[in-house]
């Protein structure tokens, strides 16, 4: 039957290509002539048998094609080939002499051969050619070439090779031609075989389909038009004996899924795989942290590495190693206008259900607004997990049913099919778990709902790319939806989920400095270089990492002039064999891993013995000239092998002690005492109540002396651990990197080296436990929740009576009554509303030392739900006691009374007084609400006026159980982060006075207080969900001045600005000129345990 085709009518002919070729584990191809337009010459007929004739049609490409319905043909000499003609209109090949030619060669010499010759077709005939775009940005034809990023990163790669073969990485955010650029890089360094691996099945064949086209590299004649294809393997199985590794012999380029080449049976394979190949490139090598990609990457090392990624680094704490040869920024991919511009448009709710609701609706609103502009655009929502996925979906059908929103995760049978639907154009809405796979490439997705926010910057700088490829007709600049109110977000994404966040501004900047920071985190791994010797084990006998060495903060000083690290083994211990050795010159900085045997004690079998791991750093501060070890071996302190670096006496004796130093409220778990003299007790270690035993054994003579000790303070605002012994070695609880430890052993060496700071004076204001039996007849400040609730973030703590269960930051345990006689203290459990859930009384025991128990049947129910875990509150007091402050700054914990080894006299300035004018207030008066009504003559109105008019952002009234303080006040300086924590209390009587009463409760309360400055955020947190809880009741306002999204966005700004911290007490009921020494004495406490704790002044607001 005639073929409807006309002379000098243009014709599309398809590929030609020779494959697939099966093998055990995947396919290969080979494309041997790209589809190309050609034109119809002249139309003729051609005999195919004695009886059956078909057209032929001469093209201006000089073959002589063959048109016909039939499946197959017998191809005549005079044809160069035959294409079958389909129903829809489209054709395609049945016969060629090409395909015919290639498969004679390769029945002959393999697809090996074919490969060669491909190889060898490439030389010489890659063009480094750039693109040249007009002023308007329009690249015309005959201009286009390599992109900058494409051209410098495959320059970079060429240098690089040029003089090492270790892993190097190449950043180029998604969608600026990252694949382009290994295509260039197989063609122009012809590392053939190259081995491709990516993380996914749809990226594995998306890049597959690329490399056997060459993508653009001939469209854009950077390669030539005689340059052969690459044959292309793809891995779909994992081999299983090394029969099946032929593949790789017999392609140029083989791309497979990580988990194909490196996991299960092919992990036994790997290293075989890498003899086979020329080099190997990661894709997504943001994935590097992976076990298997590890592996796979570990099996190369004798190889050159590429790792292509647009997130140079991971937020769990896994980095993307090797050298940074090359970093396109973010904002030079949107000045060269790769990328479309991003707005942001935030939601503030702090419920999901109502954030879902928000979210969906100003996507969907975008969306339409775009498609009535006629741009060709798509809405991603994206959800943490399929069960949300499916809820955010219900919305969507309910809001937009019209866009077809369609569902998609991995879990779906399906799910290529929907993707192929979408591509389509069939679905304008895509809910989606996490986000579309790795490598899926659709410039339509230009509207992003977050329902979820992806809470690391490595995803997010991924994802990006995803909304802003500008290619593609009708498509304008992307919208991104996301909910502000949730502050758990890293560091890095502090500042882009905020209220008035610029994404373009900000995306560039943090792509840019989590590139500078990635390099920054690993400049001193790459700077570690391996030290090579004889007496070093091979590799193959070993294998240890420098990534992921984490030890415990501690090191021995010694005085140095010099530092040679090279001569460590002279030094080192008989029987101690060394695994791993790295040296970072620049940093002064060496360590190592041992190995060391030794039998067991068990047995007298020589056969069984213990195998000791060990890590030991040396580094060396020529500032201070002091030389730091550490060693995980606190056996010796391996004196001889300091000695040989350089080393010259060791730091020892009282001065150690001057570590401790700066370190406010500092109290010893455990301190040991050397006792000379007495043969049968030389050492003696104590702890808990028994330290004040032990103190005074070091200060009254006798020959007893402290030894060492451990325990926990304040420093710069934050609690920490220290221990140290008279041997020299000083430790803390904290584990962290190399680079950690270092900057630790130097802030230790900066107050060995401080003679200014005296131990004697550390060792007076030491806190020391002491056991009681009778209550101290003191005046008790406060009651407070024991430490190991405050550890816990607030929201994931409740109390619960009965059925109702309601968070902990609504509960506040307050004294009620001292029984001195009958050794109780008696407190109640008040809620933020003023009920009491709960009456109870700690008292001291002789036998059971204390117990806590509910002061009525009702209290007994009362439980504590700290995640899933629930105890009864009597239980859990049991075990934690509450903290009782008392007004000389001593604590009861239990039966434990802690309080200063030498009390100090509690003083406190006239200068940290101000007295107001209170004359428009009554001063009995504390609270701006009571029974629904505001007070506008309260003493809280009053404060909260002047903090408004002297322009802090955020006033708001915390008053109420578990307060942080009456009124907190928040304002961002150019520099820093101002907050104001106040306490007021109302007068005892009309007018100021003398009552001791005045001043406990109030200084109780700035003492409290002292836990929010170190944890700013937990702080907003705590305004927020309060907040949230009092919004219930509309007619009263807490918030007296900015609202939950100014919290947020500082509860983000404090991450790059430091927070700067007032706290006052407010009482009216105190004057200034007739304040007396019990009012005095009281305020002292709170001043200085402020200093102690913070670092801080009380400031005292009053009358005249």
Same mark, same amino acid.
């Given at each position: ?119 060898? %077709?490439? %030389?010489?005939?890659?063009? /480094?050619?750039?693109?040249?775009? &007009? ?84 469209? /854009? #004649? $950077? ?17 299983? #004996? ?6 790789? &012999? ?8 990580? #988990?194909?080449?490196? !996991?299960?049976?092919?992990?036994? /394979? ?18 590097? =942290? ?66 879902? &609701?928000?979210?969906?609706?100003? !996507? ?36 937009? *049913? ?21 591509? *389509? =154009? ?15 490439? $659709?410039? !339509? ?41 949730? +502050? ?192 049968? $007790? ?5 702890? @808990? ?6 103190? *005074? ?6 020959? %007893? ?7 926990? @303070?304040?420093?710069? =605002? ?41 131990? +004697? ?36 703590? *409740? ?97 434990? $009374? ?117 944890? /700013? ?26 609202? =939950? ?57 009053? %009358?005249?």
């Amino acid at each position: 039957m005639p073929i409807n085709i006309q002379q000098n009518q243009k014709l599309f002919l398809p590929r030609l290509t020779k494959g697939p070729f099966k093998y055990e584990v995947g396919e290969v191809w080979n494309l041997i002539r790209d589809e190309q337009e050609v034109e119809v010459i002249a139309i003729s007929e051609i005999p195919i048998s004695p009886k059956i004739s078909e057209q032929i049609l001469e093209l201006d490409n000089n073959e002589k094609i063959i048109f016909t319905e039939r499946k197959k043909i017998i191809l005549p000499s005079e044809a160069d080939g035959a294409l079958r003609v389909l129903e829809n209109g489209s054709y395609e090949w049945i016969a060629h002499k090409e395909l015919r030619r290639i498969q004679e060669e390769i029945n002959q010499n393999g697809l090996k051969s074919i490969a060669r010759k491909s190889l060898d %077709s490439w %030389s010489g005939n890659f063009k /480094f050619k750039a693109e040249h775009a &007009e002023e308007n940005g329009e690249i015309l034809p005959g201009n286009e070439g390599l992109r900058p990023p494409q051209l410098g990163g495959l320059y970079s790669i060429g240098s690089h090779w040029s003089l090492k073969h270790k892993p190097a990485t190449i950043i180029m955010p998604t969608g600026t031609g990252k694949t382009e650029t290994m295509l260039s890089t197989l063609c122009a360094y012809q590392c053939s075989p190259l081995l491709v691996a990516v993380p996914t099945k749809a990226l594995r064949d998306q890049t597959a389909e690329k490399f056997t086209n060459f993508g653009l590299l001939k469209t /854009f #004649s $950077l390669i030539s038009e005689d340059a052969l294809y690459p044959v292309v393997g793809i891995i779909k199985r994992r081999p299983k #004996s090394l029969d099946e590794l032929k593949i790789f &012999e017999d392609c140029n380029v083989v791309i497979g899924a990580v #988990s194909s080449l490196s !996991a299960g049976t092919a992990e036994n /394979f790997s290293s075989e795989i890498s003899k086979k190949c020329a080099a190997l490139i990661l894709d997504e090598a943001h994935h590097i =942290g992976a076990t298997t990609w590890k592996k796979l990457r570990e099996s190369f090392k004798e190889k050159k590495t590429l790792q292509f990624t647009a997130t140079p680094f991971r937020e769990d704490g896994k980095l993307v190693d090797g050298d940074i040869i090359y970093n396109y920024p973010l904002k030079s991919a949107q000045e060269d206008g790769y990328f479309k511009k991003i707005n942001f448009i935030p939601v503030h709710k702090l419920t999901q259900s109502e954030a879902d &609701e928000d979210i969906a609706t100003k !996507a969907v609103d975008i969306l339409k607004a775009d498609i009535e502009r006629g741009l060709n655009h798509i809405l991603m929502a994206r959800c943490s997990s399929i069960t949300r996925a499916e809820n955010v979906l219900e919305i969507y059908e309910r809001i937009a *049913s019209d866009l077809s929103p369609i569902l998609i995760h991995s879990n779906l049978d399906d799910s290529a099919e929907r993707v192929e639907e979408i591509k *389509s =154009g069939n679905h304008k809405i895509i809910v989606c778990v996490e986000m579309l796979g790795e490598g899926f490439d $659709l410039p !339509a997705l230009k509207v992003c709902a977050l329902h979820d926010p992806h809470k690391s910057l490595a995803v997010v700088l991924q994802f990006t790319g995803r909304f802003t490829r500008s290619s593609g007709l009708n498509l304008g600049e992307a919208s991104v939806v996301a909910n502000i109110a949730d +502050t758990d977000f890293s560091v890095a994404l502090e500042r882009l989920y905020s209220e008035d966040s610029d994404w373009n501004y900000l995306l560039s900047e943090m792509s840019s400095q989590a590139a500078q920071e990635h390099a920054r985190l690993i400049d001193f791994l790459n700077g570690s270089e391996i030290i090579e010797g004889d007496d070093i084990l091979e590799e193959d006998q070993i294998s240890v990492s420098h990534h992921l060495l984490r030890p415990t903060l501690s090191a021995l000083t010694y005085k140095a002039e010099r530092f040679r690290p090279k001569c460590f083994f002279q030094g080192l211990p008989p029987g101690y064999k060394v695994a791993r050795v790295w040296l970072n010159e620049s940093e002064n900085t060496l360590f190592f891993v041992t190995t060391s045997r030794e039998d067991v004690k068990w047995t007298r079998s020589k056969e069984i013995v213990e195998t000791d791991w060990d890590l030991f750093v040396l580094h060396y501060d020529p500032e201070q000239n002091l030389l730091f070890l550490h060693s995980t071996n606190k056996s010796s302190n391996f004196e001889k092998m300091a000695q040989a670096v350089g080393a010259g006496e060791q730091i020892t004796g009282e001065t150690i002690f001057r570590c401790l130093g700066g370190i406010g409220r500092l109290i010893f778990q455990n301190l040991g005492v050397s006792k000379h003299g007495r043969r049968n $007790l030389s050492y003696a270690m104590y702890t @808990g109540a028994d330290v004040k035993t032990a103190l *005074s054994l070091t200060e009254t003579g006798g020959g %007893s002396r402290k030894s060492n000790l451990s325990g926990s @303070g304040w420093e710069q =605002g934050k609690q920490i651990t220290i221990g140290c012994s008279r041997k020299g070695r000083v430790w803390s609880k904290k584990a962290g990197t190399i680079p950690e430890l270092v900057d630790w052993a130097q802030n230790v060496g900066r107050k060995l080296k401080d003679e200014t700071i005296d131990t +004697t004076k550390i060792i007076e204001n030491v806190l020391i436990p002491e056991e009681i039996h009778d209550l101290p007849d003191l005046t008790i400040l406060g009651i407070e929740w024991p430490y190991e609730i405050l550890k816990y973030p607030e929201d994931r703590v *409740s109390v619960k009576n009965n059925s109702d269960e309601q968070e902990i930051y609504l509960f506040e345990l307050q004294v009620t009554q001292q029984n001195i006689p009958e050794k109780k203290i008696y407190f109640n459990l008040v809620h933020d509303d003023g009920s009491i859930w709960g009456q109870y009384y700690l008292e001291l025991r002789v036998t059971e030392k204390f117990r806590v128990v509910g002061a009525n049947e009702g209290s007994e129910r009362v439980s504590i739900i700290i995640g899933s875990h629930e105890i009864k509150l009597c239980d859990f007091f049991n075990d934690y006691p509450p903290l009782v402050r008392y007004a000389d700054l001593s604590e009861l914990d239990g039966n434990l $009374l802690i309080k200063p080894h030498n009390p100090q006299d509690l003083q406190i300035s006239d200068q940290f007084f101000e007295a107001w004018d209170w004359s428009r207030v009554d001063i009995t008066k504390e609270s701006i609400w009571k029974d629904g009504v505001k007070r506008e003559d309260s003493i809280q109105w009053h404060v909260a006026q002047a903090y408004i008019a002297n322009g802090y952002t955020i006033v708001f009234d915390d008053d109420g159980a578990n307060e942080a303080a009456d009124l907190v006040c928040i304002k961002e300086n150019d520099d820093h982060i101002a907050l104001v924590l106040i306490h007021c209390k109302f007068s005892g009587g009309s007018e100021p006075g003398e009552r001791i009463k005045d001043a406990v409760e109030v200084t109780s309360q700035a003492i409290r207080s002292a836990k929010w400055p170190g944890d /700013f955020k937990r702080l907003c947190t705590h305004l927020l969900n309060r907040d949230h809880k009092r919004s219930r009741a509309p007619s009263q306002q807490f918030l007296l001045v900015g609202n =939950g999204a100014d919290i947020t966005r500082m509860a983000r700004a404090w991450r790059f600005k430091e927070v700067r911290t007032k706290v006052l007490i407010v009482q009216p009921g105190i004057s200034k000129n007739r304040i007396t020494s019990d009012q005095r004495s009281v305020l002292a406490a709170g001043s200085v345990y402020l200093k102690e704790t913070l670092g801080i002044d009380l400031e005292i607001i009053c %009358s005249q």
